[in-house]
């Protein structure tokens, strides 16, 4: 195991003897900081924070990633084209140990890095509070915002999404039927094929299910919400598109909510009733008291389209299509945890990813060539970061190309690692639970890694390094 160490060793001096390394760095060192200071949000305190979080990770993220990678393939390819590595394989080493100890001072330096940068990020954030005044009056934190801060941004809330509207075959094929009928499915679906096109009817129908027309009213019942403490408030968490904008670009709503089972019944009224108005197009969060929970975790809440004051269609994500709809759903969040825990759950997600690009780039350096093995590395980095906005091109592609690339391409791609499934920053900002499933889901990536350094151990193995030429 010593020499193991001592190649990993010798590996993190070479990465940090990288100016590309001290580049990286020194960006950190200095963009992070003028973030902190620069960013303005919403203009609040909490605006500031989401804005500051969600961009610092995403740079720290976005460039020890490319860090990795370059390092990763100098550090392998310098040794065997510079023949440092015929040296190393001539001592008592065996082939399987070098590329392990490239690994390992690899993924410290990545460790070291991210520690460094994700606790500069933490600092900063849990600091603010205390020295940040108003632009405006210079006053300090008031009780109010200080209170939306604990709610809604330094904590860690579970999410539950409302009961699913349901969608029959009936009805997809009702709809099928009509558009064939009336000669319609080559105008708006051509070259779709009927799997793909009874999907998209499918989307239709939901969206559709999902809208209130002016004068209408939806429910949404939600089942086993359980607060860690009964005395906090819940919130609705939602965003309204809408059909049309209205002048103010505003909606004007009804909201109710409380154990509409019972009020069926006639056995009690709402608990919760009040008029409001929301822009539009933004995520808003509705606060309600815990004592509107059933005590068997039943939740029902009402929308009222008010006809008076509201002259368009009101539209809502449901997030029964995909997983990026499901981050933007109709939903109820409720605290389940701290941030402290939450943001190192965040860095440990990090930490996969890197993980995981360290065996890539080690595993195509042991057959290319610097800039070929870089240039295959950043491809495959690209597509797993947007992996699901590459599947969902699929289905607009004509039909034949979808046979082609539906059996081919796509598959590949399902059965990558899909990292923009899981974005540590978006639940970080909203202040939303990155729970044990959703680490535990990000850690398949371990498995590509050991797969890949599988791969890597394999060819190099058989890697003719030198050629006797005597």
């Known amino acids: 195991m010593h020499r193991v160490l001592a190649i990993a060793s010798n590996t993190l001096k070479q990465a940090v003897r990288m100016k590309l390394a001290l580049v990286f760095s020194l960006l950190l060192l200095i963009l992070l900081p003028v973030m902190a200071f620069g960013v303005t949000g919403d203009g609040t305190l909490k605006g500031r924070l989401q804005t500051f979080v969600s961009y610092g990770i995403a740079l720290v993220s976005l460039l020890l990633s490319l860090l990795t990678i370059f390092a990763a393939i100098h550090t392998t390819t310098s040794d065997i084209t510079q023949r440092q590595v015929y040296t190393v394989l001539t001592k008592p080493i065996r082939r399987w140990e070098f590329l392990l100890g490239k690994f390992l001072g690899i993924l410290t330096l990545n460790s070291v890095l991210l520690v460094l940068f994700g606790g500069i990020i933490y600092g900063v954030v849990m600091a603010a509070p205390r020295f940040y005044r108003d632009p405006v009056h210079h006053l300090p934190v008031s009780p109010a915002e200080a209170k939306e801060l604990h709610d809604q941004f330094y904590t860690a809330r579970a999410r539950v999404l409302a009961r699913p509207i349901v969608v029959t075959d009936e009805e997809i094929q009702a709809k099928y039927d009509r558009l064939h ?149 109709f939903s109820i969040l409720y605290r389940a945890g701290t941030f402290t825990g939450n943001y190192l759950r965040g860095l440990l997600v990090l930490f996969f990813r ?117």
């Open 181 to 329: 009928n009336n000669q319609m499915l080559d105008q708006f679906f051509p070259g779709a094929s009927v799997r793909k096109l009874k999907e998209r009817l499918r989307g239709i129908i939901l969206s559709q299910k999902s809208s209130v027309i002016v004068g209408g009213q939806r429910l949404w019942e939600f089942d086993n919400i359980r607060p860690q403490d009964p005395n906090e408030d819940i919130f609705v968490r939602f965003k309204l598109d809408v059909a049309t904008t209205p002048p103010d670009e505003q909606i004007y709503a009804k909201w109710a909510a409380g154990d509409f089972r019972r009020v069926r019944r006639g056995e009690e009224t709402l608990l919760f009733e009040r008029d409001l108005k929301h822009p539009i197009r933004t995520f808003r969060e509705l606060a309600l008291p815990s004592e509107v929970i059933a005590d068997d975790g039943y939740l029902g809440v009402l929308f009222y389209n008010r006809p008076q004051l509201n002259q368009t269609v009101v539209m809502f994500s449901d997030g029964q299509r995909n997983k990026a709809a499901d981050e933007h759903s």
């Open 354 to 470: 890197l993980f995981f690009l360290t065996a890539l780039a080690i595993w195509a350096a042991t057959f290319l060539s610097f800039p070929v093995a870089v240039l295959l590395a950043l491809v495959l980095f690209c597509t797993v970061s947007i992996s699901g906005f590459i599947l969902e091109s699929f289905t607009y592609m004509g039909k034949g190309l979808q046979q082609i690339y539906g059996g081919t391409i796509e598959l590949v791609i399902q059965a990558l690692p899909q990292f923009d499934k899981y974005s540590p920053a978006n639940y970080l900002v909203d202040g939303r639970l990155i729970d044990w499933a959703m680490v535990n889901w990000a850690s398949w990536t371990l498995i590509w890694a050991m797969l890949l350094m599988g791969l890597a151990l394999a060819v190099f193995h058989y890697k003719e390094l030198a050629r006797d030429t005597s």
